[in-house]
């Protein structure tokens, strides 16, 4: 069974930073290595949504707007885990992070549990 754990949350203060993982279980390297994965956030009172996605290493990174230029996804595949880099944080980017993976050609998906993220001075 897969399952994809995170960690890294807590509570900064405006402008500092915070270095999000997730590390998935019940599947192995080579699966991993060509799934593609994402990082979503959800803000209390409103819908998730999207922040950034990475197919395979070396392959597309992309980004929503609002976190352009501050956030950087990244992932070591030996380790089955993905990362989510988050500078200058803002009070806005507080929320409730969750990470996700496709399967490979596969409408298969997996999701984090979250972790919370607050931003306040």
């Known amino acids: 069974q897969v399952q994809l754990v995170e960690s890294g949350g807590g509570l900064v203060q405006p402008g500092g930073s915070l270095k999000l993982s997730c590390e998935a279980s019940g599947i192995n390297v080579a699966h991993f290595s060509i799934s593609t994965v994402r990082w979503y956030r959800q803000a209390p009172g409103k819908e998730r949504e999207w922040v950034a996605t990475r197919t395979t290493s070396g392959g597309i990174t992309d980004y929503a707007d609002s976190v352009k230029g501050r956030f950087t996804i990244s992932r070591n595949d030996a380790k089955r885990t993905m990362y989510l880099q988050m500078d200058d944080l803002k009070p806005e980017d507080t929320a409730v992070y969750y990470c996700?993976?496709?399967?490979?050609?596969?409408?298969?998906?997996?999701w984090g549990q979250g972790t919370q993220v607050t931003v306040s001075s």
């Open positions: 996700y993976m496709r399967l490979y050609r596969s409408t298969t998906e997996y």
